[in-house]
């Protein structure tokens, strides 16, 4: 079965300090797998996916199939990162999205 | 609409009633889901509508739980004899036609706070 792990519920770092939000999956097939965010107040919304490679805000996540990994990082965090960040696995371009239970980060200034 | 609307934002019953709770996805958007959000438990997914195929209702927690979704729209979310540990935040999202790698992006709405006393 298909399962993502996100280990810590919480995340509490200084502002310009480096971040990494762990998140570990489950699946026997080629996983797609994505980083989606939810602000304060706001909706949950994708920050990026593994297939794009990108960059966004900063952030950044290499898929590690060896050790089964897509942790999500950051060199320099900001306080506007604060926010709820969750992982989540997809079987293939369709079907179901399995999210993590998500870690709270909290950017300290 | 110009994205996925939730209705009502805010719900409170009393343990033991019907609650139904209604998602209009983005218009053309094949897909539809459905995810409970909590305290502790993150994102737990429900159900998942696509197309014209069998929906996946895997998720559902217990019979309780039911969903239907009309003329491949508009879809509700219907939980019978509602209990206190179903007070959760209930998110609907949909999704456009994805045949390419990393499509499956999906557009969230805003949510139903169900509060169950």
């Known amino acids: 079965a298909q399962r993502v792990t996100q280990p810590e519920k919480l995340l509490s770092v200084f502002k310009g300090a480096p971040v990494e939000l762990k998140c570990n999956y489950s699946?026997?097939?080629?996983?797609?797998l994505f980083w989606y965010v939810q602000y304060s107040r706001q909706r949950l919304q994708l920050l990026l996916r593994?297939?794009s490679r990108e960059s966004i805000k900063g952030f950044t996540a290499d898929l590690n199939k060896g050790e089964t990994s897509f942790h999500l990082k950051k060199p320099f965090a900001q306080e506007e990162d604060s926010a709820m960040y969750y992982c989540a696995l997809s079987k293939g371009s369709q079907g179901n999205l399995i999210f993590g239970k998500g870690t709270k980060l909290s950017v300290k200034p | 609409g110009a994205g996925v609307s939730q209705s009502p934002s805010n719900k409170v019953t009393e343990k033991g009633k019907d609650v139904e709770l209604r998602c209009d996805p983005i218009?053309?958007?094949?897909?539809l889901y459905w995810y409970r959000q909590s305290l502790g438990q993150g994102l737990e997914f429900l159900i998942y509508f696509q197309g014209n195929s069998a929906p996946d209702k895997s998720g559902l927690p217990s019979d309780r739980f039911s969903a239907e979704r009309t003329g491949g729209s508009v879809s509700t979310l219907t939980i019978q004899r509602t209990q206190q540990e179903d007070s959760a935040v209930y998110l609907c999202a949909s999704r456009g036609r994805a045949i390419l790698p990393g499509a499956n992006v999906l557009t969230f709405g805003a949510g139903s706070r169900l509060t169950v006393l």
């Open positions: 218009s053309g958007h094949t897909a």
């Open positions: 699946y026997s097939g080629s996983p797609e």
């Open positions: 593994h297939i």
